[in-house]
């Protein structure tokens, strides 16, 4: 498995990380987002059977930054 992180603005960007190993990394990658960006921001954490297919994808955990 690979777990790749989606970063969403309230604006409606968006934008892919770099593939993760596990679980608990991907995570830690999702809370580092969270505390350096200044906006409001959505991190959904998703698996990956192949990390060539990004249409097969389970999410695995959201963070949100409200304010």
């Not at 593939?19 to 991190?43: C, G, K, S, Y």
């Not at 060539?52 to 930054?65: A, Q």
């Amino acid at each position: 498995m690979y777990y790749r992180l989606k970063i969403q603005s309230r604006l409606g960007t968006s934008f892919d990380g770099p593939l993760h190993p596990n679980t608990t990394i991907a995570i830690d990658a999702a809370n580092t987002m969270l505390r350096v960006h200044t906006a409001p921001v959505r991190v959904e954490v998703h698996e990956l059977h192949s990390p060539h297919d990004l249409r097969n994808t389970k999410i695995v955990k959201t963070l949100e930054k409200l304010e």
